[in-house]
């Protein structure tokens, strides 16, 4: 070979030992593990989707089934039991709600529910009461559960990925990283990464700052735990223990319906200090009462009503509906009405929209049922429907909608004043 081929031969061969050298680094890069510190503190935030305070309390607790509940309508519940003796258990279940469940007694049987004429259990008299009492309870291998969740979820469709599977995915990686299982959590947290950019590239987020992990968890964690105290309202939980998840919530992040969660924590407080302040009363007691008296009562009951589907219709339970005792009472009852359109303290009534492109489920408060009594009593509009909610508390108009229902009434006191 030449000397000006040999020269060339070399510069070639030089070339190809740097690219090589080159793509060498690169891949190493690539395939090198990211920095340990930085993804266990990532891992460690994940505490806060099961509301805890301290990550440590659930090391070395053992994970529980446990079955509540009428033994032909039972419920299971699962979690970390972080507290028992002989007579109850504590457990902390997979939402972050910490349940304080008892033993049954020696001589206690457990209930089953009644069937109506129509040969369907009767649901409707279930509370929550019936759901406190463990009637069986086996504990369970957690880190072969977390294990057979991981190989579901590297086998499942790219389409079948969902919120839910995104939060149960950031729960396993904090409770195996917890549980000092790292080699385990660190797969979880890479399924967890590439799962959430599987769903934003096919169903897409609207907001810039939800392609991030913490933000796009906390967001929908956020929605989960508003549509859980929405169905706890429903079904008649105590007003204490819905104000706790509203609580969580208002913990959440600034930009995450801060300011309505907040209002509805405040609202919450004030229906648990008042609860009871108002007895039960018989129809005949109802019926002495004055004018204004029945409307302060139906007022008061307005609170535990629980409207499916909308407000001006009787429940499942055929219970009397205070909004229709309310209608009833006609004149009596408008300057009330008026009154409490800017009322911010929730019911047990639920309203759905859609924002970002997902139902979202809220109580509707005070301001907004009486807005709708008044409409219907009426048939003056004073809400424009257009809106983005549907109801004029959470839209910000409740002040606007009672000026207006005022403005009606006075002019409508002063038409009937001026008639022969």
């Known amino acids: 070979m030449n000397q000006p081929a040999r020269s060339l031969a070399q510069t070639n061969l030089s070339i190809c030992l740097l690219v090589g050298q080159a793509l060498s680094v690169a891949s190493a890069a690539e395939q090198a593990p990211r920095p340990t510190a930085e993804v266990a503190e990532q891992i460690t ?6 509301s805890l305070e301290d990550p440590q309390l659930l090391v070395d607790k053992p994970w529980a089934v446990i079955e509540t509940g009428p033994s032909n309508v039972p419920k299971m519940l699962e979690g970390w039991v972080i507290d028992q003796d002989s007579d109850q258990i504590q457990l902390l279940d997979w939402q972050g709600d910490l349940r304080r469940l008892r033993y049954p007694s020696e001589d206690q ?33 957690f880190a072969q559960r977390s294990r057979e969740f991981l190989q579901k979820l590297k086998r499942r469709d790219r389409n079948a990925i969902t919120i839910q599977t995104l939060l149960d995915t950031a729960r396993y990686t904090f409770a195996a990283w917890i549980q000092d299982d790292r080699e385990h959590a660190l797969e ?27 933000p796009f968890l906390d967001w929908f964690f956020a929605a989960e735990l508003r549509t859980r105290s929405v169905l706890m309202t429903r079904n008649r939980h105590p007003f204490g223990e819905i104000a706790h998840l509203w609580l969580r919530m208002a913990m959440m992040p600034d930009d995450l319906f801060h300011e309505e969660v907040k209002n509805l924590v405040a609202g919450y407080q004030l229906l648990v200090g008042e609860e009871g302040t108002v007895p039960e009363l018989s129809p005949r007691e109802i019926a002495a009462l004055s004018e204004q008296e029945q409307v302060d009562y139906w007022m008061y009951h307005l609170r535990n009503y629980v409207s499916m589907p909308t407000l001006l219709m009787r429940n499942v339970r055929k219970e009397v509906n205070p909004a229709l005792e309310l209608k009833k009472l006609g004149d009596a009852a408008i300057p009330t009405l008026i009154e409490h359109m800017t009322d911010m303290r929730p019911t047990r009534c639920q309203s759905r929209y859609i924002r970002f492109q997902h139902m979202h489920v809220w109580p509707l408060r005070y301001g907004d049922c009486c807005v709708t009594i008044f409409e219907d009593m009426t048939k003056q509009q004073i809400f424009d429907r257009e809106a983005k909610t549907h109801h004029p508390t959470y839209d910000g108009v409740a002040a606007q909608c009672q000026a207006k229902a005022q403005a009606w009434w006075d002019a409508e006191q002063t ?6």
């Not at 209930?111 to 369970?140: F, H, Q, T």
């Not at 038409?415 to 022969?420: A, S």
């Open 109 to 141: 049987q457990r209930p089953a529910l009644m069937r109506l004429l129509n040969g369907k259990l009767d649901v409707a008299s279930l509370e929550p009461s019936d759901y406190v009492i463990a009637w069986e309870y086996r504990e369970v291998d």
């Open 188 to 214: 979880l947290f890479d399924q967890l990464e590439q799962k959430q950019q599987t769903f934003l590239d096919i169903r897409g987020v609207p907001h810039e700052e939800l392609v991030e992990l913490d």
């Open 415 to 420: 038409r009937r004043q001026q008639m022969p």
């Open 45 to 50: 935030r994940f505490s806060r989707l099961l």
